[in-house]
């Protein structure tokens, strides 16, 4: 229940950053916010998945292990999710960036 909660989150994040993509508007910071949120809840996901599977969700048996590996290095791909956790502090401590739905 928990994955699929924090993957519908993931899929509306992404949505709406589309949406303001194809609104003609800058996603930049709705990028960054994506790129830290899909992949820590993937890596998360993927946890949980190999702790239900036990020992043999660490063995090649399964996916599970090498998804997590890809996962790992896209945590750190386009820029380091602390990075990009600096730039979103950083607009709002400005005053760029306000919360809420579709600022």
């Given amino acids: 229940a928990d994955s699929y909660m924090e993957l519908h989150a993931a899929r ?12 003609g ?9 994506v790129k830290c949120m899909a992949t820590e809840m993937a890596f998360r996901v993927l946890d949980r998945a190999i702790q239900v599977h036990g ?8 996916p599970l292990e090498r998804w ?3 996962i790992r290095v896209l945590r750190i791909g386009e ?5 990009h956790r600096w730039v ?10 306000f919360p809420g739905f579709m600022s």
Avoid: H, V
Wanted: no cysteine.
């Fill in 25 to 33: 508007r800058d996603p930049r910071i709705e990028a960054s916010e």
């Fill in 88 to 97: 979103l502090a950083r607009s709002l401590l400005r005053g760029q960036i």
């Fill in 55 to 62: 020992g043999i969700g660490l063995t090649k048996d399964l």
């Fill in 68 to 70: 997590f590996r890809e």
């Fill in 79 to 83: 820029g380091p999710n602390e990075i």
């Fill in 12 to 23: 509306l994040m992404t949505y709406e950053t589309a949406w303001k993509e194809d609104q």
